[in-house]
């Protein structure tokens, strides 16, 4: 599974040459670094989670992040 990511500015520019990670907390852990495809856009490989409830943060560098929470069941 492939997580894309758009980053946009106030105006609705792209945003490029970010720093973006996805790190999952659950019943295990897992960090996962996303990479520039094309200006303002990002992708991240996304590893297999186990069964359970999960929360995902994504973090741009220092200057922002947000926490997603969702199941996985099997």
Do not use: C, H, M, Q
């Amino acid at each position: 599974v492939t997580l894309n990511v758009v980053l946009v500015d106030a105006k609705g520019d792209p945003v490029a040459g970010r720093d973006l990670r996805v790190t999952f907390s659950g019943p295990g852990s897992e960090t996962v670094t996303a990479k520039e495809s094309s200006i303002g856009r990002y992708e991240a490989a996304l590893p297999a989670l186990e069964s359970g409830r999960w929360t995902a943060t994504i973090a741009i560098g220092a200057e922002a992040k947000g926490d997603y929470t969702f199941d996985v069941a099997r």
